[in-house]
């Protein structure tokens, strides 16, 4: 997430202490890259106590001789690997450090969990250790995505596979609470991201959360196609898990292809260089303005607690920017917000102020016509109850597809 975006989120309480559990044994990199990039950070942020899980005799040699006085470890013996299946490993290791980290929000010793480790242990340690906010069927990971235009928060990106409609209408609710709450966009525009504009088109799944979504509480602008995501189509888009995640990995790559091809292009040319001098200030624009370190990580809406996790990536300088999105988030209070905003008969106070607020809109654009919508955009959803009432009905044990393709038991939800 974009920090300058943070920093003007709304409501934001950014003089409350907070205190981050980083898993320092999680990432390709950990723990050296993780315990410099946290001790980076937390130069820079006295404020802001850290909580350093993860087996001290491998940590101690990046310590940079004495921890400052906000910095603390918490000893975890045990660690879960990539490759190691995450439902079953989180279940097995019950001192892995992700397992550890929960555990301290959960207790109350911690307001955030930053991870670079598996996601899907990730994902699968907050569903048992945290469980489901009351009414969520399952989580989702939110990430932006960088356009022109400014940002935008693309769900899901890798939390739960196979999700039914009803996943995807929840995804929509808990995204624009996000980008409202935490990114300061007032009244966010969601769209659904299919193959075809259309509502006739696109998944089974797809076309049932479009309907569900039509009776909401949010601003439903309909569907995008992938080709429409480079120039902002909604302030919230919401998908699968596998689309969301091959999305944001093929823009991830992407932008570093061609900074690669211009950067060939130059030393090609034998004016290259005096050419580069001209540009340099340009491109070094563009590529800040790319720079996916800087987005830290995806938060996991819908847990009863604040978890950021980064890329399995990450370096120092990420891992850093990791933390500070985890502090912000923490100090934003979503997963209340969200427990608020799907409360019994919150919806439906929402969706009388949204239909009266669309009136009104509608009137004054329309000469007087009250409830008469004109434009794409403006085609306003006037109630939540679909959604929450299939809720109520459904199965919200989240069993198929979640985490490794199966449910967690005892998960708190």
């Known amino acids: 997430m974009d920090i300058g975006a943070l920093s003007?989120?709304?409501?934001?309480?950014?003089?409350?202490?907070?205190?981050?559990?980083?898993?320092?044994?999680g990432g390709d990199h950990g723990p050296?890259?993780?315990?410099?990039?946290?001790?980076?950070?937390?130069?820079?942020?006295?404020?802001?106590?850290?909580?350093?899980?993860?087996?001290?005799?491998?940590?101690?040699?990046?310590?940079?001789?004495?921890?400052?006085d906000q910095v603390s470890v918490v000893q975890a013996s045990e660690s879960v690997a990539m490759e190691e299946?995450?439902?079953?490993?989180?279940?097995?290791?019950?001192?892995?450090?992700?397992?550890?980290?929960?555990?301290?929000?959960?207790?109350?010793?911690?307001?955030?969990?930053?991870?670079?480790?598996?996601t899907g242990a990730g994902v699968a340690s907050a569903i048992l250790h945290l469980g489901r906010l009351p009414g969520v069927d399952r989580p989702a990971l939110a990430a932006q995505m960088v356009t022109e235009q400014g940002p935008f928060v693309l769900l899901d990106i890798g939390a739960t596979t196979d999700s039914s409609g009803l996943n995807l209408a929840q995804y929509a609710q808990?995204?624009?609470?996000?980008?409202?709450?935490?990114?300061?966009?007032?009244?966010?525009?969601?769209?659904?991201?299919s193959i075809g504009e259309e509502g006739g088109k696109?998944?089974?799944?797809?076309?049932?959360?479009?309907?569900r979504l039509m009776g909401g509480a949010i601003r439903f602008v309909g569907n995008v196609e992938?080709?429409?995501?480079?120039?902002?189509?909604?302030?919230?888009?919401?998908?699968?898990?596998?689309?969301g995640n091959v999305?944001?990995?093929?823009?991830?790559?992407?932008?570093?292809?061609?900074?690669?091809?211009?950067?060939?292009?130059?030393?090609?040319r034998p004016w290259g260089p005096i050419g580069y001098l001209f540009l340099r200030p340009a491109i070094g624009r563009i590529r800040a303005r790319f720079d996916y370190e800087r987005l830290g990580g995806a938060p996991l809406l819908g847990v009863k607690g604040t978890v950021l996790i980064t890329h399995g990536r990450a370096r120092r300088r990420?891992?850093?920017?990791?933390?500070?999105?985890?502090?912000?988030?923490?100090?934003?209070?979503?997963?209340?917000?969200?427990?608020?905003?799907?409360?019994?008969?919150?919806a439906e106070r929402l969706a009388k102020d949204r239909s009266a607020a669309g009136d009104g809109r509608a009137a004054e654009a329309g000469g007087g016509s009250a409830g008469v919508v004109t434009s794409r955009s403006a085609r306003v959803s006037t109630t939540a109850a679909a959604v929450l009432t299939a809720s109520a009905g459904e199965s919200t044990s989240g069993s198929a597809g979640m985490t490794g393709e199966e449910a967690l038991p005892g998960d708190g939800g």
């Open 8 to 25: 003007h989120g709304l409501e934001l309480d950014m003089l409350r202490a907070v205190r981050v559990a980083v898993d320092a044994m």
């Open 226 to 243: 992938g080709r429409d995501l480079p120039g902002h189509p909604a302030d919230v888009v919401v998908c699968d898990a596998t689309v």
């Open 318 to 346: 990420m891992v850093g920017f990791a933390v500070e999105v985890g502090a912000a988030a923490a100090r934003a209070r979503i997963p209340e917000r969200i427990s608020v905003a799907l409360a019994p008969g919150e």
């Open 247 to 268: 999305t944001i990995k093929f823009f991830e790559g992407l932008s570093s292809y061609i900074f690669d091809l211009v950067r060939a292009e130059f030393k090609r």
């Open 85 to 118: 299946h995450p439902a079953a490993a989180v279940r097995r290791k019950r001192d892995a450090s992700i397992n550890v980290c929960m555990r301290l929000v959960r207790e109350g010793r911690a307001d955030a969990v930053v991870t670079a480790g598996h």
């Open 32 to 68: 050296e890259e993780v315990v410099r990039g946290a001790l980076d950070w937390a130069a820079t942020h006295p404020e802001t106590e850290l909580l350093l899980v993860g087996d001290e005799p491998r940590m101690r040699p990046f310590f940079q001789g004495h921890l400052p």
């Open 202 to 211: 696109g998944e089974a799944r797809v076309q049932d959360a479009t309907k």
């Open 174 to 193: 808990m995204g624009a609470i996000y980008s409202e709450r935490v990114l300061g966009v007032r009244d966010p525009s969601v769209a659904l991201l």
